[in-house]
């Protein structure tokens, strides 16, 4: 039943069902899964040509080993032998899972197979809700392949795209996140641009706990006007305040050669989006403590587990 509900709702998030009459469906979206859309453009079109179609389209897009996850009834009769053959010929390995949306553990059991596979992508095949569905598994368990959606081009015609199925934090406290480079913005007014070095930030917070956070988690850090205290948030939207222990920052400049700068410099610090930042970080209660600070992680009897691997703070401390 749960499984249903999750199928139900994600069809809800689409932008449409498509017709029933439509023999194989492949994802359509930017990011998410907003709809779904046939291969084959016409009703009429035989399961054969369907097919051949998605074949010529897989061999479009650039991929030659592709994890198929269909829905029960998106691939008919000898529609799977056809594909297996077809894409064969083609110089395309496919690595065909059926599941049953209905049942989350089916469509997990799936994607926990294809996680590990070596293969390029994941095309998701089925209904509107179906596909929505298999993304939001991905998403869950953090599959790293790009799941391949059909997007339209500028001549009006579908192809197929690799997307990452996971989400990132694309704006934090107000600020866009780079794609390429860290921003360092300095109190002075000056700006610089590169990667930060540092492997670890060290956070001593108000509840006097310390915290040491992996660069790689993090977003952005912002000091607080002339003070040293510091608001640290990471990529999955966690935020803590403290003092900053570590003295400077190292920054591999993007034109130019190292920088090391003094935290007493630094008004802010915006990371750049990273490919999967978030793969390995898993959905956890989320607490809100009275100072403002979020954290995700595990309740426990008098400690809270910040998710892997910010820390611990006293629970009492939540609310």
Same mark, same amino acid.
């Given at each position: 039943?749960?499984?249903?509900?999750?199928?139900?709702?994600?069809?809800?998030?689409?932008?449409?069902?498509?017709?029933?009459?439509?023999?194989?469906?492949? @994802?359509?979206?930017?990011?998410? !899964?907003?709809?779904?859309?046939?291969?084959?453009?016409?009703? @009429?079109?035989?399961?054969?040509?369907?097919?051949?179609?998605?074949?010529?389209?897989?061999?479009?897009?650039?991929?030659?080993?592709?994890?198929? *996850?269909?829905?029960?009834? @998106?691939?008919?009769?000898?529609? =799977?032998?056809?594909?297996? $053959?077809?894409?064969?010929?083609?110089?395309?390995?496919?690595?065909?899972?059926?599941?049953?949306?209905?049942?989350?553990?089916?469509?997990?059991? !799936?994607?926990?197979?294809?996680? $590990?596979?070596?293969?390029?992508? *994941?095309?998701?095949?089925?209904?509107?809700?179906?596909?929505?569905?298999?993304?939001?598994?991905?998403?869950? /368990?953090?599959? +790293?392949? =790009?799941?391949?959606?059909?997007?339209?081009?500028?001549?009006?015609?579908?192809?197929?795209?690799?997307?990452?199925?996971?989400?990132?934090? %694309?704006?934090?406290?107000?600020?866009?996140?780079?794609?390429?480079? %860290?921003?360092?913005?300095?109190?002075?007014?000056?700006? @610089?641009?590169?990667?930060?070095?540092?492997?670890?930030?060290?956070?001593?917070?108000?509840?006097?706990?310390? /915290?040491?956070?992996?660069?790689?988690?993090?977003? !952005?850090?912002?000091?607080?006007?002339?003070?040293?205290?510091?608001?640290?948030? $990471? #990529?999955? !939207?966690?935020?803590?305040?403290?003092?900053?222990?570590?003295?400077?920052?190292? #920054? +591999?400049?993007?034109?130019?050669?190292?920088?090391? #700068?003094?935290?007493?410099?630094? &008004?802010?610090?915006?990371?750049?989006?990273?490919? &999967?930042?978030?793969?390995?970080?898993?959905?956890?209660?989320?607490?809100?403590?009275?100072?403002?600070? *979020?954290?995700?992680?595990?309740?426990?009897?008098?400690?809270?587990?910040?998710?892997?691997?910010?820390?611990?703070?006293?629970?009492?401390?939540?609310?």
């Amino acid at each position: 039943m749960k499984g249903r509900i999750v199928a139900l709702l994600a069809a809800v998030l689409v932008a449409r069902a498509v017709s029933p009459q439509g023999v194989l469906q492949s @994802a359509s979206a930017s990011g998410d !899964a907003q709809e779904a859309t046939r291969v084959a453009g016409s009703r @009429a079109a035989a399961p054969s040509a369907t097919v051949s179609q998605l074949v010529v389209d897989l061999k479009a897009a650039g991929v030659r080993k592709v994890a198929v *996850v269909a829905a029960k009834g @998106a691939l008919r009769d000898a529609q =799977p032998a056809q594909l297996l $053959t077809e894409a064969t010929r083609a110089g395309i390995t496919i690595l065909l899972k059926d599941v049953e949306i209905g049942s989350a553990e089916s469509v997990r059991a !799936a994607l926990e197979i294809v996680a $590990t596979a070596d293969v390029e992508a *994941v095309l998701p095949l089925g209904d509107a809700g179906a596909i929505a569905a298999i993304v939001q598994e991905m998403r869950n /368990l953090a599959v +790293k392949h =790009p799941a391949l959606i059909r997007e339209n081009d500028a001549r009006g015609a579908t192809r197929l795209v690799k997307r990452s199925a996971l989400p990132f934090l %694309d704006t934090v406290l107000g600020f866009k996140r780079p794609e390429t480079d %860290d921003l360092i913005s300095l109190k002075n007014g000056d700006k @610089a641009t590169g990667t930060v070095l540092n492997e670890s930030i060290r956070l001593r917070t108000s509840h006097n706990f310390r /915290l040491e956070l992996p660069t790689r988690m993090l977003a !952005a850090i912002v000091f607080e006007g002339q003070a040293l205290v510091a608001t640290v948030v $990471t #990529v999955n !939207a966690n935020r803590f305040s403290g003092f900053i222990e570590n003295p400077a920052l190292v #920054v +591999k400049l993007t034109v130019g050669g190292q920088l090391q #700068v003094s935290k007493k410099r630094i &008004n802010r610090v915006i990371f750049h989006t990273r490919p &999967n930042e978030l793969a390995g970080v898993q959905r956890n209660n989320v607490l809100v403590l009275h100072t403002g600070e *979020v954290l995700t992680g595990t309740v426990r009897a008098r400690t809270f587990a910040s998710g892997p691997p910010m820390g611990r703070c006293p629970s009492k401390q939540a609310r």
